[in-house]
């Protein structure tokens, strides 16, 4: 819960000298100005909050890692309305003033503030520096808030402090509540982050702006109205401009990320998705990016895919799931066997399975699996699939097949709990292919996700293949921006429950172009040799990567 009080000492026993406590100029009776008041202190609070939300989902998506991103903002901005707030007491001789003149400082911040997030991440390549820039500056004038809004209120109807301070934050932590529900469930879905926050500008700034300069306008000077109805005027005026704009914005900056072949950029409820490369041609020339990261290569996926796989499928493999997976270039690799019966892809994402489905492009990279009548798909969280009663079953084969450990949301995924759950759905003599991150850059993380696997019941055997990755810098979900980077590695994990499973490849195994026996053992004694000892496992109420 984030905290919006004030610190004490802002909130005066008496109002400071020269401000009156009841003024006589009100346009309205002082009980219906006091609720305006109160309903500007609940939709100034429900735009803060979205601010604040806006700034931690951009600072997710850019960066990665959402513990840390949430850690950094929510402290920054914490200790910036404390700064406010002390700030504050040099604008309550002229609070009107001071609260008409925040929520337009607060309106373009804030409204402009996803835009800017993704300027410097698109043409700069960090956008760091300017999370912490803007989550400190909105949090100043969040903190300034409530003490000048306690010097409005007290102007209206004097009362006491006590219940003076209760009224306020009542409306203040309500308003918070409705502005934390309608950014994920209303704005994010329905307009998108960058409109979304340059709406919510626009609401912070007609309803602060219009309290003081119609409610409290007899305490202006006529030049102090003639200049903040200007300075609201020219903050709604940029933000109209950039909400007409804001497409080609988009498509501007997605350019400067992606490349000029960027062909399909869909805002799931999960994720961004963004295809890269012609709509026709050779299949190699793909990129799929999640979240702006690029998950899959077209140059030279099947080296990944490859090495994850088709180890697994030595020995019993006619019932497979495939965790995660949902561009379906693991399940190709499974379906190359005619034996297989049946394959079960769990997904969270139902908007990459229909992408992979549909686009010809990445529908002929993966072989057309999803058009395959043993194939199945459940769009549903992993964990939460294994815990359900579908996952009695048995299969033969798991391929976990998810986003790096490192990557926070999927943390949960390499655990010791999930694990152990993943085991619970395993056949006698059946095997686990888990995808662990690259060995030869996060050695510690690699090696957690195999001490979690052994602390699961699981006897492990590690391995890792090479390839080039595109000018990327790092595994599957390598980041954009470490252009011509060397050949690199993806690590990977066999396990299952009876003891160490051999590392090799059927002689029969259909069309592989990656892997071979040799080249596997090889891997596993380079990875043996590589190995990092005594670290404990990853669970869910103490996850060890970073």
Not at 406 to 422: C, D, M, N, R, V
Not at 472 to 500: C, I, K, N, S, Y
């Amino acid at each position: 819960m984030i905290d919006r009080s004030a610190p004490r000492g802002v909130l005066p026993a008496a109002e400071p000298r020269g401000v009156q406590t009841v003024p006589a100029a009100l346009p309205v009776q002082p009980r219906t100005g006091r609720l305006l008041v109160l309903a500007t202190v609940f939709v100034c609070a429900a735009c803060g909050l979205v601010y604040e939300l806006e700034l931690l989902a951009l600072g997710s998506y850019l960066i990665g890692d959402s513990v840390t991103q949430a850690s950094v903002v929510l402290s920054v901005m914490v200790f910036a309305m404390g700064v406010g707030s002390l700030l504050a007491k040099r604008l309550r001789t002229r609070p009107a003033f001071g609260f008409a003149a925040i929520e337009a400082g607060l309106a373009l911040l804030g409204g402009f503030s996803a835009m800017a997030l993704y300027a410097s991440f698109a043409w700069l390549g960090e956008s760091r520096p300017a999370l912490v820039a803007f989550s400190f500056a909105i949090g100043v004038l969040i903190g300034a808030e409530i003490p000048l809004l306690m010097v409005l209120i007290q102007r209206i109807r004097r009362q006491d402090a006590g219940g003076a301070v209760a009224d306020l934050f009542a409306a203040d932590y309500v308003g918070a509540l409705v502005g934390g529900l309608a950014f994920p469930f209303l704005l994010l879905p329905v307009l998108g982050q960058l409109t979304g926050a340059m709406l919510t500008g626009t609401v912070n700034a007609v309803v602060g702006g219009g309290l003081v300069l119609w409610l409290f306008r007899r305490d202006l000077s006529r030049r102090c109205r003639w200049l903040l109805f200007a300075v609201n005027a020219a903050v709604l005026a940029g933000l109209a401009c950039a909400t007409l704009l804001a497409d080609d914005f988009e498509r501007v900056a997605r350019t400067a990320v992606y490349g000029a072949e960027v062909r399909v950029a869909v805002q799931t409820g999960v994720q961004e998705l963004v295809l890269t490369g012609p709509s026709t041609g050779s299949p190699r020339s793909l990129d799929l990016y999640l979240d702006g990261r690029l998950r899959v290569s077209g140059y030279d996926e099947y080296r990944y895919h490859e090495a994850l796989v088709h180890p697994a499928m030595t020995g019993p493999h006619a019932r497979v799931l495939v965790l995660g997976g949902g561009d379906g270039l693991a399940a190709r690799e499974v379906l190359r066997y005619p034996d297989v019966v049946s394959v079960t892809v769990v997904e969270l994402d139902p908007g990459v399975v229909e992408l992979a489905r549909t686009d010809p492009m990445l529908s002929a990279l993966n072989g057309r699996a999803y058009e395959d009548p043993r194939l199945g798909v459940v769009s549903q969280d992993a964990f939460r699939w294994l815990r359900g009663p579908a996952a009695r079953a048995r299969f033969d084969v798991i391929v976990s097949d998810l986003p790096d450990p490192g990557i926070t949301p999927s943390t949960k995924l390499y655990s010791q709990e999930f694990y152990g759950l993943a085991a619970r759905a395993l056949n006698r003599g059946g095997r686990i292919a888990v995808h662990a991150g690259p060995l030869g850059t996060r050695p510690r993380t690699y090696w957690t996700v195999e001490s979690t696997l052994r602390a699961a019941g699981l006897r492990t055997t590690p391995y890792s293949a090479g390839g080039r990755l595109s000018g990327f810098a790092a595994g599957p979900d390598r980041t954009l921006g470490a252009a011509d980077a060397p050949p690199q590695d993806w690590g990977f994990v066999l396990a299952a429950r009876e003891g160490p499973p051999e590392l090799r490849v059927d002689r029969d195994t259909p069309a592989l172009r990656a892997v071979s026996t040799r080249g596997l053992q090889d891997a596993a004694r380079d990875a043996a040799r590589a190995r990092l000892t005594g670290l404990p496992p990853s669970t869910l109420p103490h996850p060890r990567y970073s």
